[in-house]
């Protein structure tokens, strides 16, 4: 190789060389950013957490609007938590006020709502549910019907009406799947993550310990 074939050579490279840093640069960003927001193990979702007490929760979250018993079993995506259970503030006497003699610290499942009274916001749901023998939170569950707000949406970009395509490219293959009268669950254990589909459309996202078996 000749001197001057040389010398546009090394000039070759220190031209290409700031679109070599920024190339690797960008590569850095992108992986940054895809290590932030990588499915990971949930024991965490709307400021409460797995094996939270009830203390805590009520020290994060504030009372309950509706409380009810045994969340631990999977609700149809139109459940309505406010047809089912007590309403904490409901007056003595009226049909949906916590029995005589209890609290809302009693029961099992508290329910909070966001936008009932504005409906042009949309309505979201989050409720929490404590183990019966603990009194721990094992499951955090988040439904809206205004999807733009994002309020259920993880980190992962996993959200209310994402597509079941979409879940499963960011999640995998789940560790089970049910179907049963149009609504889907797909439960993910290494993400303590269930998500209640319709439609092929997340509804209900779900945080909670699963066993290996989960149906």
């Not at 290409?16 to 992986?31: D, K, S």
């Not at 504005?118 to 205004?146: H, M, R, W, Y």
Request: glycine content about 8%; overall charge neutral.
């Amino acid at each position: 190789m000749t001197e001057s074939v040389r010398s546009r050579t090394a000039w070759l490279w220190i031209g290409r060389a700031p679109l070599l840093l920024a190339m690797v640069a960008l590569g850095g960003v992108a992986t940054v950013r895809w290590l932030e927001h990588r499915p990971r193990r949930l024991t965490s979702y709307q400021g409460v957490s797995l094996g939270d007490s009830k203390k805590v929760v009520e020290y994060k979250k504030g009372e309950p609007e509706g409380v009810g018993d045994d969340p631990s079993l999977p609700q149809p995506l139109d459940y309505n938590p406010f047809k089912h259970i007590y309403t904490v503030a409901a007056d003595e006497g009226q049909t949906d006020a916590i029995p005589n003699g209890k609290s809302f610290k009693d029961f099992n499942l508290w329910s909070y709502s966001y936008g009932l009274k504005d409906p042009s916001t949309g309505t979201k749901l989050l409720d929490i549910g404590f183990d019966k023998k603990t009194n721990l939170v094992d499951q955090i569950e988040c439904f809206a019907d205004e999807p733009v707000e994002k309020f259920c949406d993880l980190e992962s970009g996993i959200g209310i009406d994402v597509s079941e395509q979409k879940a499963r490219n960011i999640l995998g293959v789940p560790t089970t799947e049910t179907l049963i009268e149009g609504t889907k669950t797909l439960f993910y254990q290494r993400y303590n993550l269930r998500l209640g589909l319709q439609r092929q459309k997340i509804k209900n996202i779900y945080v909670t310990y699963l066993q290996a078996d989960t149906h």
